[in-house]
């Protein structure tokens, strides 16, 4: 729903600091996953909704002056994403092999090392 929901505010624009919530938030995800620890629900959410809202952002903003219909592409996005997440979390909670959950946790520190690469690319950057 934050991603969707954000998909909507990517039609204000470009706004730089959007980015490094989503790296940071990326990185907070990845750590979480690799390190096989979980949050309180709230800080969970926050986590997850500043995760949505930050991507939402970004996917939707550089498309905008291609779209014919931004809000039909918002809610597209939005979908995709659900779908995508849905396949994912039954993915791991369906296999409880043990090689299902060390593939899991190798997903989550290949997503804290790319995170952490990209950062220190748009760091160099400036």
Known sequence: AAWAGCAVAGLAGDLGWVAWVERGATLCLGLLVAARRSLPRPA????GVALGLAAGHQAMWPDLATLQR???????????????????????????????QVAVRIAGSWIATVTLLVSALALARR
């Open 44 to 47: 969970a959410l926050a986590l």
């Open 70 to 100: 931004p809000w039909l592409y918002a809610l597209g996005l939005g979908a995709a994403v659900l779908v995508l997440w849905g396949y994912v979390a039954s993915f791991a909670q369906r296999f409880t092999a043990p090689w299902a």
